[in-house]
């Protein structure tokens, strides 16, 4: 698979185009999924290729698709299920983050509920240990389990306020190239 990057000035809004060439059809699709067309994956070269090439970028900045191909693969896939397929890969792949950042959330609010409560387990021994002994060694141990539920705290954080954030740049580099247009041209 031939890549090249171009830009062009349309109507003075700059477009930039997203070009792929190919030899025959298998190079754009996986080989081994037996789905028609529009079902069918992408090959992974050719999907990240797309993504990367969309990623790197601002999401405003106005993109195009164009794949350039030999006219005897014309017969074997028209334009338009060429653009459904593309179109139907990202749009699946836009699902799919959608579901993992549901996940992530979930995973981040089951895992601060384990942390706070071991927290509070902590800071309840601490007190307790306070209230029983004066020594170095308790002193000491009151700091670590303080310490040691706070950090126990630091996953569950993590995953609530940072965690989630690159699937969501995903979904909507996935989201942009869904509704991209895509070119077919013949060489």
């Given at each position: 698979?031939?890549?090249?990057?171009?830009?062009?000035?349309?109507?003075?809004?700059?477009?930039?185009?997203?070009?792929?060439?190919i030899k025959?059809?298998?190079?754009?699709?996986?080989?081994?999924?037996?789905?028609?067309?529009?079902?069918?994956?992408?090959?992974?070269?050719?999907?990240?290729?797309?993504?990367?090439?969309?990623?790197?970028?601002?999401?405003?900045?106005?993109?195009?698709?164009?794949?350039?191909?030999?006219?005897?693969?014309?017969?074997?896939?028209?334009?338009?299920?060429?653009r459904?397929?593309?179109?139907?890969?990202?749009?699946?792949?836009?699902?799919?983050c959608?579901?993992?950042?549901?996940?992530?959330?979930?995973?981040?609010?089951?895992?601060?509920?384990?942390?706070l409560?071991?927290?509070a387990?902590?800071?309840?021994?601490?007190?307790?240990?306070?209230?029983h002994?004066?020594?170095?060694?308790?002193?000491?141990?009151?700091?670590?389990?303080?310490?040691?539920?706070?950090?126990?705290?630091?996953?569950?954080?993590?995953?609530?306020?940072?965690?989630?954030w690159?699937?969501?740049?995903?979904?909507?580099?996935?989201?942009?190239?869904?509704?991209?247009?895509?070119e077919?041209?013949?060489?």
């Amino acid at each position: 698979m031939d890549e090249t990057n171009a830009s062009m000035n349309v109507s003075n809004e700059k477009i930039r185009l997203i070009e792929i060439k190919i030899k025959k059809t298998n190079q754009l699709f996986n080989s081994l999924d037996p789905s028609p067309f529009l079902d069918k994956d992408l090959d992974d070269d050719a999907a990240d290729y797309i993504y990367s090439s969309v990623a790197e970028h601002h999401l405003g900045l106005k993109q195009k698709i164009i794949i350039h191909m030999p006219k005897s693969q014309q017969k074997k896939i028209s334009e338009v299920e060429i653009r459904r397929a593309i179109q139907h890969y990202f749009d699946y792949k836009k699902t799919l983050c959608e579901k993992n950042i549901r996940l992530k959330i979930r995973e981040g609010q089951f895992s601060f509920i384990v942390g706070l409560s071991f927290l509070a387990f902590c800071l309840i021994v601490s007190n307790w240990i306070l209230r029983h002994y004066d020594s170095l060694f308790s002193n000491i141990l009151v700091e670590g389990l303080f310490i040691g539920g706070w950090v126990a705290m630091w996953k569950p954080i993590s995953n609530i306020l940072y965690d989630w954030w690159p699937l969501r740049k995903e979904k909507k580099i996935c989201d942009k190239i869904s509704t991209m247009h895509v070119e077919v041209k013949h060489y």
